[in-house]
């Protein structure tokens, strides 16, 4: 049973260009969480997601970011124009039922904007 | 703001030695989670906390849960080279489905 797969594990991008960022949770599971990593920081919640629904993007900055996670495909958190401050590494969850139950981390993507 | 604050933010302690890392947080909450984090990787869990006095124990490690006082503490016993790592906690707010995590303890285990 392969874990929460994410891609890329490195991402370089431009200031002012898109990042993509894709996450297939664990098989079975169908909650998928976004959470952000800044360095030397824990993890700060974002996004969270079922299929085809946002149910909670408290987290998310209002401009720039969106997320998805459609009936097939994995779920993609999508960063527009970035900034420097974007970068970070950016974790994917998935939990196969709310509350209480663990959620499953991905290896995450490291995203650098130069 | 609901704040989960984790002391200490660093250990470095020698092998062999006991020491405990305390995880207190500002909401109501029954559920409390600990990870452990290696350079570069991904987050693995180590417990699931899901009510009051609850303790969990695996190898080395114990973690418990005091939700009356807010606090998790997580407690190594004879510190090995291995459990060098950064450990966090994540409390689940009551009506949420998000972790909220703590700031993280860097552990790091000399000879």
């Known amino acids: 049973n392969a874990g929460v797969m994410q891609n890329p594990r490195h991402l370089v991008r431009r200031r002012g260009q898109e990042a993509r960022l894709r996450c297939s949770p664990m098989?079975?599971?169908?909650?998928v969480y976004w959470y952000r990593q800044l360095p030397e920081e824990g993890l700060k919640f974002m996004v969270y997601l079922q299929k085809e629904n946002i149910i909670d993007e408290s987290g998310m900055p209002k401009e720039r970011f969106s997320a998805e996670f459609p009936k097939e495909g994995p779920s993609i958190l999508r960063i527009q124009q970035v900034v420097r401050g974007d970068s970070a590494a950016y974790f994917c969850?998935?939990?196969?039922?709310?509350?209480?139950?663990?959620?499953?981390f991905g290896a995450g993507t490291r995203l650098s904007v130069l | 703001e609901l704040k989960v604050e984790q002391n200490p933010l660093f250990l470095s302690m020698q092998e062999g030695k006991n020491y405990t890392i305390y995880c207190n947080y500002s909401?109501?909450?029954?559920?409390l989670y600990w990870y452990r984090q290696d350079p570069g990787k991904s987050l693995e869990s180590l417990f699931v906390?899901?009510?009051?006095?609850a303790v969990k124990q695996e190898g080395r490690l114990m973690a418990s849960l005091d939700t009356k006082a807010r606090l998790s503490t997580l407690h190594i016993t004879a510190a090995v080279h291995d459990l060098s790592a950064t450990y966090f906690c994540?409390?689940?707010?009551?009506?949420?489905?998000?972790?909220?995590f703590g700031t993280g303890t860097r552990l790091q285990v000399f000879p």
């Open positions: 909401t109501t909450s029954d559920r």
């Open positions: 098989k079975g599971h169908s909650h």
């Open positions: 906390l899901l009510s009051n006095g």
């Open positions: 969850a998935s939990s196969p039922l709310v509350r209480g139950n663990i959620q499953y």
């Open positions: 994540a409390v689940e707010p009551y009506n949420t489905d998000k972790l909220i």
